[in-house]
């Protein structure tokens, strides 16, 4: 089994920073891409940003030159350091991870519980 837990997340006013951590554990042979997603109340989730086992990016247009996703391999662990914080991006944040588990060669996507961010205006 795989187990992501995300932390990091909490109360902010806007134009403010927070930086959510994501660490994955378990039977892991490989870790591909990892990423954040965002779901507000009353929406669907949305993929914030994406980060490639080679270090490739992608942003949602929202929070590009805000936002910035990096990852730690040696700790499977991915960060999304978010500066400028608006009342849009409160959310609850997920982690989502795709995964080849030991004794396979399959990938499977495993997602983290959540964490909530809030913003105030």
């Known amino acids: 089994q795989v187990q992501l837990v995300e932390s990091g997340g909490g109360l902010v006013q806007a134009g403010g920073t927070l930086r959510l951590s994501c660490a994955a554990s378990g039977s892991i042979f490989r870790l591909n891409n990892m990423g954040w997603y965002r779901q507000a109340p009353g929406k669907q989730r949305e993929l914030v940003a994406l980060i490639t086992s080679g270090g490739t990016t992608n942003y949602a247009d929202s929070v590009k030159g805000r936002f910035s996703i990096s990852r730690d391999n040696a700790k499977n662990t991915v960060y999304l350091q978010m500066n400028s914080l608006k009342f849009g991006d409160t959310a609850v944040y997920y982690c989502?991870?795709?995964?080849?588990?030991?004794?396979?060669?399959?990938?499977?996507?495993?997602w983290g519980p959540g964490t909530q961010v809030t913003v105030s205006s």
């Open positions: 989502k991870a795709r995964v080849v588990p030991n004794g396979t060669y399959m990938e499977f996507d495993y």
